[in-house]
């Protein structure tokens, strides 16, 4: 057996846990506090019993609620600036990736006091960073157990911070706090965390281990299970917390073995046509798979029947992985998202730059199971297009 090394934070995981964010976390977070969060969640009054909770146990809350979807790098440095004004002791991360993501490099920074243009890459941030609790509101991500924060630099360049010291302390998961997501939210985050777990289940990362296919089986397991209640119905709070799980286990899974092609080729769609991440992965998911078959259909026929179990009478590998890659097809569009990349804005003359954008993300498609070069990948977006 190859050996390997799997990091992960404490997980609380308890409806209205983020009610009681200060007694879950003790004096972790120091007496000054830095809460990253979004506008829109705060405008609902979705942070108000995690930051009462703080205000209560005599914390003095910063609050920093500008993070934007696909947050940029000034948007970073303006929550460190913020934070270093008021001399915060500790960083909590409110909200969706964005938020978590930004939440991650404000505490490394703040903590370490590193620049921005020395930390992105894999292993390249030092630390240390301040105590870190992120609290996810949506189910997709990860980012809540992930020692990763995608940011965006510049106009609409993606970059990636990796590094176990931005893995948090502690990741808080209260169902009741995605109750509220909207369908089309809710379908693309879920889909997004599928992905994860099918990624990180055929990695050929060298560290793709045991622990990392195990917690992939399970969140396909709850994912598959309960992403149509979930849509459908956003009050269904068993499902809710299905998916808040499942998404934390793919996100563990991948945090350990990384994520691939799926991935690589959703950035340029998400980057240059604002198409939300989830929505990007699931455009190219069926189309990447099929281009992948020919190496991993044994591992996609393995996990086949975790997501959907009525794969499990398909009679062979190669009929079982055929039925996962539909059924994966079909689920996006009974969940009510686009299938083609022509209904997102993008025009077939945009393809080939996003072929060439795509092989800027090497370090994903090092992990895909079959290379892909910028040919396969310019085929795999027409047969998306
Ligand atoms: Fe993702």
Same mark, same amino acid.
């Given at each position: 057996m190859n050996p390997f090394q799997f990091r992960a934070p404490t997980i609380v995981f308890a409806n209205k846990s983020a009610a009681q964010l200060y007694d879950l976390v003790?004096?972790?977070?120091?007496?000054k506090v830095l809460f990253v969060t979004d506008s829109g969640l705060r405008r609902l009054g979705i942070c108000d019993a995690a930051i009462g909770s703080l205000d209560r146990a005599g914390a003095k809350v910063e609050i920093f609620s500008d993070v934007e979807a696909d947050p940029s790098s000034r948007t970073v440095l303006r929550a460190v600036d913020d934070g270093r004004s008021a001399g915060v002791t500790g960083v909590v991360g409110f909200g969706g990736g964005s938020s978590l993501d930004v939440a991650k490099l404000a505490a490394l920074l703040l903590g370490s006091?590193?620049?921005?243009?020395?930390?992105?890459?894999?292993?390249n941030a030092k630390g240390p960073r301040l105590p870190l609790v992120l609290v996810p509101t #949506? *189910?997709?991500?990860?980012s809540e157990v992930t020692p990763v924060s995608i940011i965006t630099v510049g106009e609409d360049e993606k970059r990636g911070v990796s590094s176990p010291?931005?893995?948090?302390d502690i990741a808080i998961l209260d169902p009741?706090?995605?109750?509220?997501?909207p369908p089309a939210i809710t379908a693309a985050t879920g889909v997004d965390a599928m992905v994860h777990a099918i990624e990180a289940y055929t990695s050929?990362?060298?560290?793709?281990n045991p622990i990392s296919r195990t917690l992939a089986r399970e969140a396909l397991k709850l994912l598959g299970a309960n992403i149509e209640r979930a849509v459908l119905d956003g009050a269904d709070l068993e499902a809710r917390g299905a998916m808040l799980l499942g998404s934390m286990l793919a996100g563990q899974a991948f945090a350990n073995s990384p994520v691939a092609a799926v991935h690589a080729l959703a950035y340029p769609v998400g980057g240059t046509f604002h198409v939300p991440h989830g929505l990007s992965n699931s455009l190219v998911l069926p189309h990447v798979l099929r281009f992948n078959a020919p190496e991993a259909a044994h591992l996609y026929a393995e996990i086949a029947a975790d997501a959907f179990?009525?794969? *499990?009478?398909?009679?062979s590998v190669q009929s079982k992985c055929v039925a996962f890659i539909e059924a994966l097809a079909s689920l996006s569009s009974r969940l009510?998202?686009? #299938?083609?990349?022509?209904?997102?804005?993008?025009?077939?003359?945009h393809l080939a730059q996003m072929a060439k954008d795509a092989m800027k993300q090497q370090r994903l498609l090092v992990n895909n199971p079959r290379p892909v070069t910028e040919s396969d990948a310019l085929a795999i977006y027409r047969a998306a297009w």
């Open positions: 003790g004096g972790l977070l120091g007496d006091g590193e620049d921005i243009d020395g930390v992105w890459g894999v292993g #949506t *189910a997709g991500t990860g010291i931005i893995l948090p009741e706090l995605t109750v509220g997501l050929k990362s060298g560290n793709n179990p009525e794969i *499990a009478e398909e009679p009510g998202m686009s #299938t083609k990349l022509r209904d997102v804005g993008v025009g077939e003359r």
